[in-house]
């Protein structure tokens, strides 16, 4: 349901108390305005800590630096009259005993009258005595279809020819503030950028807003699934789901895919492939760190996990990354914290299965033993991959692809049939990995580097695969299982 929907409907069944979460202070009382001008006709009072009451002649500066005092004008206030008496900050105070008191009193008094408070906060807190009469609803932020009003509406002001098209601009200022957009715009009429910059500079101040959050940060990706050697089905799944995301998809019916979950061996490209699944659906990656939401004080854990999905869901159409899941929710971790990485793992699978927003989840895991089983489960990521180490014609295609980036003009010149016949057993950044050893050694010799240079590195390398043997074995045994599809 729309925000206004739902408001007007609490208004209308009489909610005396409504907690609205908001990091847009302004933007909500226009749209509390706007209802109240359309529907209800109520008077609104604005009230704050400073300034006490405004808006209205009667009880202009009243209050001030009173939080009781504030109530005392909503109980003496006459009930016959719709009024709507928005309190700002008002969770700071809720949690003391007398105003709870008080807020008690006054529901007893004016639950069936046409008064409503309207507390405003950017923080959750609800003292569990008051539960029972408080709605908590959120202000979302900005929408493509409002944005895009906006942004016109800023475009007109400024009769600006802009070279770009609005649309594309509203889903990169997904995920901010009206006030971050419309600053931000201005600077950008300013500044008279090109639309690559343009789109730089937004997904810039993105990345500063994500940061914020501690546990998620904003990924810059310049890999395409073409510099991803082997893996064919998994390449071939995302290809098919190139357009999963567009309106058309949307308006043909189809659900967004979920997520999927990315299994293997060390350096067979699952990082990777998060990266290039970012590029090829042109959506922007959030990278999670699992590790930081565990740790800190007691349920902070679970208010983090919160975080992330209200933050990732604000950005959607995105991918949200989390890199070697099976290390935060390993089962090892179970037994000494008292429940909470059950509960918040419960919580993300929970969303998994349920989410409808546009986040795609790219979950990567090195080992299998440590993974709960109900994150295996049918019905949690649409697909769960298993990435084996490459074969010979994959090694072929990795050497081939990593050796065109150094040399773009004489990569035919190496023997790429022989190093890949002689790397079996090495993983796709071991064979980066050699090239980049092999370039070292000629550079400090003060030439190119050769077929021969390469070889020489293989011959003296021991792949992970000698020494993690136990691992390997074990993932490759639960390949065949038949639980999992094989990425290529
Ligand atoms: P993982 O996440 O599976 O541990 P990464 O994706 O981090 O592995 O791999 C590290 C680097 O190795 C990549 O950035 C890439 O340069 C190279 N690499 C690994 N697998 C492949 C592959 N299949 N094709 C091309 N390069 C690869």
């Known amino acids: 349901m729309y925000f206004e929907d739902q408001l007007k409907l609490l208004l209308s069944s009489r909610h005396f108390l409504i907690y609205i979460f908001t990091r847009e202070e302004e933007r909500l009382e226009n749209t509390i305005n706007k209802i109240s001008k359309n529907v209800y006709l109520s008077n609104i009072y604005c009230w704050d800590f400073i300034d006490g009451f ?114 594309d601009l509203a889903i990169a200022y997904k995920g901010m503030s009206m006030d971050l957009i419309r600053r931000s715009v201005t600077k950008l009429i300013v500044a008279r950028k090109s639309s690559k910059e343009i789109f730089e500079i937004i997904s810039r101040e993105k990345q500063q807003l994500i940061r914020q959050t501690d546990v998620l940060d904003f990924y810059p990706v310049n890999n395409s699934l073409n510099d991803i050697g082997g893996l064919f089905y998994l390449k071939q799944w995302l ?32 990082s990777l492939s998060a990266k290039a699944i970012s590029n090829q659906w042109n959506i922007p990656l959030l990278k999670l760190d699992v590790g930081k939401i565990f740790g800190g004080i007691v349920g902070e854990s679970e208010s983090k996990m919160r975080q992330v999905i209200k933050m990732s869901e604000e950005f959607a159409p995105c991918v949200l990354w989390i890199d070697e899941i099976d290390k935060a929710f390993s089962r090892t971790n179970y037994s000494t914290d008292s429940g909470t990485t ?55 295609k990795i050497f081939q692809i990593h050796l065109m980036k150094i040399r773009p003009l004489t990569w035919e010149n190496y023997d790429i049939q ?22 070292h050694n000629a550079f400090y010799e003060k030439r190119d580097f050769y ?16 020494t993690d043997h136990t691992n390997i074995s074990s993932l490759q045994e639960w390949a065949k299982s038949g639980k999992v599809r094989l990425a290529s």
């Not at 190139?242 to 490209?269: C, E, H, M």
Request: proline share 5%.
């Open 239 to 270: 290809k098919k789901r190139s357009n999963a995301f567009s309106k058309q998809a949307r308006d043909y019916g189809l659900p967004a895919p979920k997520g999927i979950l990315l299994v293997g061996i060390q350096g067979t490209g699952k």
């Open 54 to 167: 405004q808006n209205n002649p009667n009880y202009i500066n009243r209050a001030k630096k009173n939080p009781l005092s504030a109530l005392d004008i909503v109980e003496n206030s006459d009930s016959s009259i719709p009024s709507i008496f928005i309190l700002k900050d008002f969770h700071v105070f809720i949690n003391d005993i007398g105003v709870v008191r008080k807020i008690k009193n006054l529901f007893r008094k004016l639950k069936n009258s046409n008064i409503h408070i309207i507390v405003t906060s950017s923080e959750v807190q609800v003292p569990q005595l008051l539960k029972d009469i408080v709605t908590v609803i959120e202000f979302p932020l900005p929408s493509e279809e409002e944005i895009i009003i906006e942004l016109n509406r800023l475009f007109d002001l400024v009769q600006i020819i802009n070279h770009m098209k609005i649309e």
């Open 342 to 396: 059950s509960r918040v793992l419960s919580s993300f699978l929970t969303w998994l299965s349920e989410k409808t927003k546009q986040v795609f989840i790219v979950a990567t895991a090195n080992h299998i033993l440590n993974l709960p089983s109900e994150m295996l489960r049918k019905g949690r990521f649409d697909e769960i991959f298993f990435l084996d180490l490459p074969n010979c014609k994959e090694r072929y």
């Open 451 to 466: 077929t021969q240079d390469i070889v020489n590195v293989i011959n003296e390398f021991i792949p992970l695969s000698f």
């Open 418 to 439: 022989y190093l890949s016949e002689s790397t079996s057993n090495f993983s796709g950044a071991e064979i980066k990995q050699s090239i980049i050893e092999a370039m």
